[in-house]
């Protein structure tokens, strides 16, 4: 085969993909930012994420949490259902201006949560998971604005790196977190 017709159809291919991968992550949300997030996950072949987003029908959308309560104000993002049983994954706007690589992350993440109520276990998947999502995606020669997100991020790949099958320490941590201890009915 010709080598100038190999990379013609290589190209060709590359041209047919970019445009199929984009009206696919169309299906989850209509932002920009989010949909960039989307084909981020999409072209490191998450392709658990994206069966879990398909499930369940899911939307990603940015959304100031502090108008679902007042102790939702400084979530990262959660995962939620409206009054039509239609799912959400709701972005803290205070996140609006983060990375591609951290949006990623926090989408992971939310995907892993199906159940109506949480549990410690699928929490802890979940939490897992966004590390793993970090842990690929981010980029070591580029300088992330330092933020709450940027700082969760690194301390749970730090946990992930550090545990073993019999020390979860990201687990360890949602056990001993208020917020989980209640939300997640964990007795301590």
Same mark, same amino acid.
């Given at each position: 085969?010709?080598i100038?017709? #190999?990379?013609? !159809?290589?190209?060709?291919?590359? #041209?047919?993909i970019?445009p199929?991968?984009?009206?696919y992550v169309?299906? #989850?949300?209509?932002?920009?930012?989010?949909?960039?997030?989307?084909?981020?996950?999409?072209?490191?072949g998450?392709?658990?994420?994206?069966?879990?987003?398909? @499930? /369940?029908?899911?939307?990603?959308?940015f959304?100031?949490?502090?108008?679902?309560s007042y102790d939702?104000r400084?979530?990262? !993002?959660?995962?939620s259902?409206?009054?039509?049983? =239609?799912?959400?994954?709701?972005?803290?706007?205070?996140y609006? =201006?983060?990375?591609?690589?951290e949006?990623?992350?926090l989408i992971a993440?939310e995907s #892993?949560h199906?159940?109506?109520?949480?549990?410690l276990?699928?929490e802890?998947? !979940?939490?897992?998971?966004?590390?793993?999502?970090w842990?690929?995606?981010?980029?070591t020669d580029?300088?992330?604005?330092?933020?709450?997100l940027?700082?969760?991020? /690194?301390?749970?790949v730090?946990?992930?790196?550090?545990?073993? @099958?019999?020390? =979860?320490l990201?687990?360890?941590k949602i056990?001993?977190? !208020?917020?989980y201890?209640?939300?997640?009915?964990?007795?301590?």
């Amino acid at each position: 085969m010709n080598i100038k017709l #190999f990379f013609m !159809a290589i190209a060709m291919m590359i #041209f047919c993909i970019a445009p199929a991968c984009a009206s696919y992550v169309d299906s #989850f949300t209509t932002d920009a930012d989010i949909k960039e997030a989307l084909v981020m996950l999409k072209n490191a072949g998450a392709d658990e994420v994206f069966a879990n987003l398909e @499930e /369940n029908s899911v939307k990603v959308i940015f959304y100031d949490l502090s108008l679902l309560s007042y102790d939702y104000r400084s979530h990262f !993002a959660i995962n939620s259902t409206d009054s039509f049983g =239609n799912r959400y994954i709701l972005i803290n706007t205070r996140y609006k =201006n983060a990375s591609t690589e951290e949006l990623a992350c926090l989408i992971a993440h939310e995907s #892993f949560h199906k159940a109506d109520a949480a549990t410690l276990e699928e929490e802890t998947l !979940a939490t897992e998971k966004e590390a793993y999502y970090w842990n690929l995606l981010k980029k070591t020669d580029k300088n992330y604005q330092a933020s709450k997100l940027l700082y969760r991020l /690194n301390s749970l790949v730090q946990l992930s790196n550090t545990s073993d @099958e019999d020390n =979860n320490l990201i687990q360890i941590k949602i056990i001993n977190s !208020a917020f989980y201890r209640q939300q997640l009915a964990i007795a301590h």
